[in-house]
């Protein structure tokens, strides 16, 4: 089946510089994606969404960009702080899934060293 | 605060032996889900709930139930665990079916031997 995955599982950079997660979607029909960040021991928390009539949107120090054309989707960080630490999630709504909402991928690990 | 809610944060049980894990939120949301998170799989929707008494079955349905007879509870029900459903639990809540940002809850660890 169609599914959301990513390139990287674990993403390592210095604080200060900025990150790239990528995120990879095979179902050309979704029309809104999500980013979510999950730190240790937490439930994961809302970053940032765009919708796919959108190539790029832009929030507080994070731009997610979409790329229609190879099915792809990148979360930008600005200069990384150690905060910044957690795992981050993509998600799309595929149109099949009626109640299921969001189908999300296995995660990319991003760790910020000092 | 506006919060999700879940209880326990961590539960260790035997094969068999029915268990409840309790969600509430208190941001009068519509809809509420269940995820399981396991490693390499990401999250999955076990059911969902668009409103009170109104639940549906989301990808992941098997050996679990789950009830909505408030609008602000949620609970899971695992009738006779088994150790497949060992797992990370996650509650979330939007405001409504189709309102895409859901707010999670912390987390609860579940071992099953």
């Known amino acids: ?114 | 605060e506006a919060q999700v809610t879940q209880n326990p944060r961590y539960l260790i049980t035997v094969t068999g032996k029915k268990l409840t894990v309790t969600c509430s939120q208190n941001m009068n949301h519509e809809y509420m889900s269940w995820y399981r998170q396991d490693p390499g799989l990401g999250l999955r929707q076990i059911y969902y709930s668009m409103n009170v008494e109104v639940t549906d079955k989301g990808d992941v349905p098997e050996g679990y139930k789950v009830s909505r007879k408030e609008k602000r509870n949620f609970p899971l029900i695992l009738e006779s665990p088994s150790p497949n459903q060992t797992s990370l639990y996650f509650c979330a809540s939007s405001f409504r079916q189709g309102d895409y940002e859901q707010y999670f809850g912390p987390g609860t660890r579940l071992t099953v031997t």
């Open chain 1, 1 to 114: 089946g169609e599914s959301v995955g990513l390139h990287l599982p674990t993403l390592s950079v210095q604080e200060g510089d900025n990150s790239i997660i990528n995120c990879a979607y095979s179902n050309s029909a979704s029309d809104y994606f999500i980013w979510y960040k999950q730190e240790s021991g937490k439930g994961p928390q809302f970053i940032i969404d765009i919708r796919s009539n959108m190539d790029k949107r832009q929030g507080q120090r994070v731009t997610v960009l979409l790329n229609k054309t190879v099915k792809h989707l990148s979360l930008q960080i600005a200069a990384t702080q150690p905060g910044d630490s957690a795992v981050y999630f993509c998600a799309e709504n595929p149109p099949h899934n009626a109640g299921n909402m969001l189908t999300f991928g296995g995660g990319t690990r991003l760790m910020v060293k000092p």
